[in-house]
């Protein structure tokens, strides 16, 4: 149980991680540049998308949909939290600086972009058959064409 919980942790730890890289490159390089900003931004969400595609295609192959799913939505919300509410903090910014429509724009663009590498992870692992369900299929398959044909006797 606790091995379940550190990698939660660790996940949503990496997932806070890139996003306070992403703040400082933003204040330090780009301080004025809105464009450069942007660009950054969208980098960001591309990694956080990837690192999300690889955890649901690793954690897809061992274990059922209902288990690893929950684990990821655990994270991403931990995440999250930190990414809106602590992040802008440690490059010295408020939270709510932008208004509300900035702040719920950031909300939807990072659960737009978690559900989507957690998409394009499962999709690829359930293609290529390599999916929890899918193996558990070719196992019981594999079972019952190798039983033997029982003989009826009259």
């Known amino acids: 149980m606790f091995q379940r919980w550190r990698a939660v942790g660790v996940l949503a730890a990496a997932l806070f991680v890139v996003n306070v890289v992403a703040r400082l490159v933003i204040k330090f390089a780009y301080p004025d540049d809105d464009?450069?900003?942007g660009r950054v931004s969208l980098v960001m969400f591309l990694v956080i998308g990837l690192i999300?595609?690889?955890?649901?295609?690793r954690w897809g192959a061992d274990r059922p949909a209902g288990h690893w799913a929950g684990d990821?939505?655990?994270?991403v919300v931990a995440a999250l939290?930190?990414?809106v509410f602590v992040?802008?903090?440690?490059?010295?910014?408020?939270?709510?600086?932008?208004?509300?429509?900035?702040?719920?724009?950031q909300i939807w663009l990072y659960?737009?972009?978690?559900?989507?590498?957690?998409?394009?992870?499962?999709?690829t692992l359930t293609a290529l058959g390599r999916d929890?369900?899918?193996r558990q299929l070719k196992r019981y398959a594999e079972l019952k064409a190798t039983k033997p044909r029982k003989v009826v006797r009259r």
């Open 87 to 105: 992040g802008p903090l440690l490059v010295g910014e408020n939270p709510f600086e932008g208004g509300a429509g900035l702040f719920f724009a």
């Open 132 to 134: 929890y369900r899918s």
């Open 35 to 37: 464009t450069a900003a």
């Open 111 to 123: 659960l737009a972009s978690t559900a989507a590498g957690v998409l394009v992870g499962y999709l």
């Open 81 to 83: 939290a930190l990414t």
């Open 52 to 57: 999300l595609a690889a955890t649901a295609f």
């Open 72 to 75: 990821l939505a655990v994270a």
